[in-house]
Structures are given as structure tokens and as C-alpha cells.
């Protein structure tokens, strides 16, 4: 089973940047990804950004459209998420997780712990 640590949370000024770690252990498979998801005090967990070791392929939320980039490090076996033009509406805790294709649907799961963003003003 793969196991997630998220990093690199903090406390930021509107318009700021922070960059998120989400570092793997365990096996992972060719066609697994890994998406971020982010849950703020009272609303429902949300989807953000996600991407696949192999390929190049991403997604991300129209609400961070042009504004967040997700990355990897295939040897360091981690994936990023740099977030820029933070809004405080951003605020949330930020979760990654394993995205697992299989005969042609996707899901998530081995959910890390989670990691603080807080954007003032």
C-alpha cells in the first residue's frame, strides 16, 4: 500500500505563493497518479490538481486554473503543487492522495494526513 506525506503548508498573504510536497512510499504502478484535494471548515473536500507518473497528462479545478501547477519527481517519488496568486477563499487543509486506474474508471485513496494553507487578508 502506498503511503502520503503532505508538507509545506503555512500562513501567507493574499497574493502570495506556497509549494506543496506530497512524498509516496510503497509501490506504485505505471498507471497510478496522484491528485491534491483540498476541505475548508464546513464545506465538502474538493478536487485541485491531479497527475500521472507516467505522462504528462494533468487536471486541474477551474477554480485554480492558471494560478496552481502540479509536478513531479519520478526519483524522488513526489509530486508538487506550487501554488501562486493565493486567495483567502484557498484556505484549507490539503490533502493528497493515490489516483488508481482500473478497467477504464479511476478513484482515490491511501489519503495522506494532510497539510495546513492559511491566506489572510
Known amino acids: 500500500q502506498v503511503q502520503l506525506v503532505e508538507s509545506g503548508g503555512g500562513l501567507v498573504q493574499a497574493g502570495g505563493s506556497l509549494r506543496l510536497s506530497c512524498a509516496a512510499s510503497?509501490?506504485?504502478?505505471?498507471?497510478?497518479?496522484l491528485g491534491w484535494f483540498r476541505q475548508a471548515p464546513g464545506k465538502e473536500r474538493e478536487f485541485v490538481a491531479a497527475?500521472?507518473?507516467?505522462?504528462?497528462?494533468?487536471d486541474y479545478a477551474d477554480s485554480v486554473k492558471g494560478r496552481f501547477t502540479i509536478s513531479r519527481d519520478n526519483a524522488k517519488n513526489t509530486v508538487y503543487l506550487q501554488m501562486n496568486s493565493l486567495k483567502p477563499e484557498d484556505t484549507a487543509v490539503y490533502y493528497c492522495?493515490?489516483?488508481?486506474?482500473?478497467?477504464?474508471?479511476?478513484?482515490?485513496?491511501?489519503w495522506g494526513q494532510g497539510t495546513q494553507v492559511t491566506v489572510s487578508s
Open positions: 510503497g509501490r506504485t504502478f505505471s498507471n497510478d497518479g
Open positions: 492522495a493515490r489516483r488508481i486506474v482500473r478497467q477504464g474508471q479511476y478513484g482515490y485513496g491511501d
Open positions: 497527475i500521472t507518473w507516467s505522462t504528462s497528462w494533468t
